[in-house]
């Protein structure tokens, strides 16, 4: 799934890395990436993927994978051993999202999170005319679909307030144009910066 | 795969002796010793290509290939180990070594003890995975090999590994940990000690002296093994292969053979019964059992690895209840804590243990991955 936006999206994840860092990247797929950030900054990366082939193709790209079960926690990682903790277009795929989110900030001292953000105009032009959005962005039908959560930003942000988290940052793209005005209308994709109150 | 392509094809055991005073972990000194190996592939100019293969419990040197005057003497992991196989000799100079108080060769309890002029027996010194690997270590000065590309076993092979990255770090640039464990846990040293008890508890043991009364504690031997290898197949795969399955097609009402199953554990106890040794066996599953390196942490696995400086693959397999997937990650944990670069595949296998001698196409796949990935 990291694969979806290319490098663009690793830009953007890169930016807020510092050369050298512990990251952790939860759905790491074919590990790009990590990949990417241990050739432009030296990270000490461990990818998280439950798929055999993603755990395969890591491997064959020299990449750390584990292969864990993300539903099933964090639970084996010390408190903070991680700078980042990354998670690339796979929020939605899982089901214990808030636990999840709340593992991620356990483990890492900042989320790097990005999601499809079902509040965009095409998306809600969808549902109004009756059927669930199918785009570049969400480009599975409902029924095939390995999304199990779908949310807007504003979604989103709603929970991050009730639990805590912090809005360290926040970036808004539809296609590869970034969004300046009403994201959670315009983005197709949000790319948010956490950290923990405090 | 049909084992006997790409087959490394004729080989020959080497003896290595060594004359050098070994100090062992439990305290003795074994005064001189003797390790049998075999070698395939070639040792490169740089000396970089070195692979050692650590057998497991009832495991020996004859890792791959066959012998010239047996075709049926297949090595034990020979499916992995071959040119164009995932474990490569063309790339790799690999060296399978059957360990200290083994029974193919090796110093160990069948072999004459210098003092007595008669087999060891009982006397010989309990060896641990710490005395293996120091052994390895002097075949490996032997060699000429200076540091391994990689050390790699399956189970017991794995602690080896694992021993090896805490021991001889600068020796060792990738570790391979296969169905293996940090420890084992109180139910699998249960399992050993049950095993341990059928033989010491045979009449024909004699206190581990049978040798000089001409005879082997068969009985003892054929229940070691029957136990090990229930806790070696899962439950899923031997309701497929055996079932209910009855040998005679109706019950017989009597203590002889009903059931498929019990066929098939009495042939295996009988095989072993027949080529492995008593004493040997009672030494290994005390390797086992005393294998832990975090003992001397507090029980901080990631303290004890902090000496490691190797990379590490750790597989297991999802029906492994001897060695759980559950044990594989704590090693994996403990190596991430320390910043090490490790890669952790859990295979979907159904052979349980012993499936980490199969050649599951992914799990080979994940093998030849990392092999590919190593520099030599």
């Known amino acids: 799934m990291t694969n979806v936006l290319g490098r663009f999206d690793f830009d953007v994840i890169a930016k807020w890395i510092r050369p050298g860092e512990k990251v952790l990247d939860l759905g790491c797929g074919d590990g790009s990436l990590l990949r990417y950030l241990k050739d432009e900054k030296g990270v000490l990366g461990y990818g998280v993927d439950n798929d055999p082939d993603n755990v395969l193709a890591c491997i064959r790209n020299g990449v750390n994978v584990i292969q864990i079960d993300l539903e099933a926690g964090l639970s084996g990682i010390e408190d903070g051993f991680f700078d980042h903790v990354v998670m690339s277009l796979s929020l939605q795929t899982v089901r214990h999202t808030e636990r999840l989110l709340a593992e991620m900030l356990r483990v890492g001292r900042e989320a790097v999170v990005s999601f499809p953000n079902f509040g965009q105009r095409s998306h809600r032009e969808a549902i109004a005319e009756g059927r669930m959005p199918v785009s570049k962005s969400l480009p599975y039908q409902w029924y095939n679909s390995p999304n199990v959560r779908f949310f807007t930003m504003a979604d989103f942000e709603a929970l991050c307030a009730e639990r805590g988290i912090v809005l360290r940052e926040r970036l808004g793209f539809d296609g590869e144009a970034t969004v300046t005005e009403d994201l959670n209308l315009n983005a197709s994709i949000a790319v948010y910066r956490l950290g923990k109150a405090g | ?376």
């Open chain 2, 1 to 376: 795969m049909n084992t006997l392509t790409n087959s490394v094809g004729a080989v020959e055991p080497q003896r290595a002796h060594f004359d050098t005073p070994l100090t062992l972990a439990g305290g003795g000194v074994l005064p001189a010793f003797d390790l049998v190996y075999e070698t395939y592939g070639e040792l490169n100019a740089s000396r970089s290509n070195a692979v050692l293969v650590c057998h497991a419990l009832s495991g020996n040197h004859h890792v791959a290939g066959r012998y010239a005057d047996d075709p049926k003497s297949v090595g034990w992991w020979d499916n992995l180990v071959g040119p164009g196989k995932p474990l490569d000799t063309r790339r790799f100079f690999v060296v399978g070594v059957n360990n200290l108080g083994g029974c193919y060769g090796s110093t160990g309890p069948v072999t004459i003890n210098p003092a007595s002029g008669k087999p060891w027996g009982a006397d010989f010194p309990v060896v641990v995975v710490e005395d293996w690997v120091a052994a390895q270590a002097r075949l490996a000065d032997r060699l000429g090999i200076e540091s391994w590309a990689a050390v790699i076993g399956g189970s017991l092979g794995g602690m080896q590994a694992m021993q090896w990255a805490l021991e001889y770090p600068e020796r060792i640039r990738h570790a391979l940990v296969i169905a293996s464990a940090p420890k084992l846990t109180a139910q699998n040293i249960a399992f050993n000690e049950v095993a341990r008890q059928a033989i010491l508890s045979d009449p024909d043991f004699h206190g581990g002296h049978y040798y000089e009364h001409g005879v082997v504690p068969v009985r003892g031997l054929r229940l070691a093994r029957m136990i090990g290898h229930i806790t070696y197949l899962s439950d899923d795969q031997m309701a497929e292969k055996f079932g209910r399955k009855l040998r005679q097609g109706d019950l017989q009402f009597s203590y002889d053979v009903d059931f498929e199953i019990e066929s098939y554990l009495r042939y295996q106890g009988d095989k072993f019964a027949g080529y492995f040794d008593a004493n040997t066996y009672l030494i290994a599953t005390k390797a086992l059992d005393y294998f832990d390196p975090a003992r001397d942490y507090g029980g901080n696995l990631a303290a004890a690895l902090a000496r490691a400086r190797a990379d590490f693959l750790v597989v297991s397999f999802s029906t492994d209840w001897r060695f759980a997937p559950e044990r594989s990650r704590e090693i994996v944990y403990g190596l991430v804590h320390n910043g090490l670069d490790v890669s952790y595949a859990e295979i979907e296998c159904s052979a349980g243990h012993d499936s980490f001698l199969l050649d599951d196409p992914h799990y080979h796949a994940v093998m030849r991955a990392y092999f590919e990935g190593i520099k030599t």
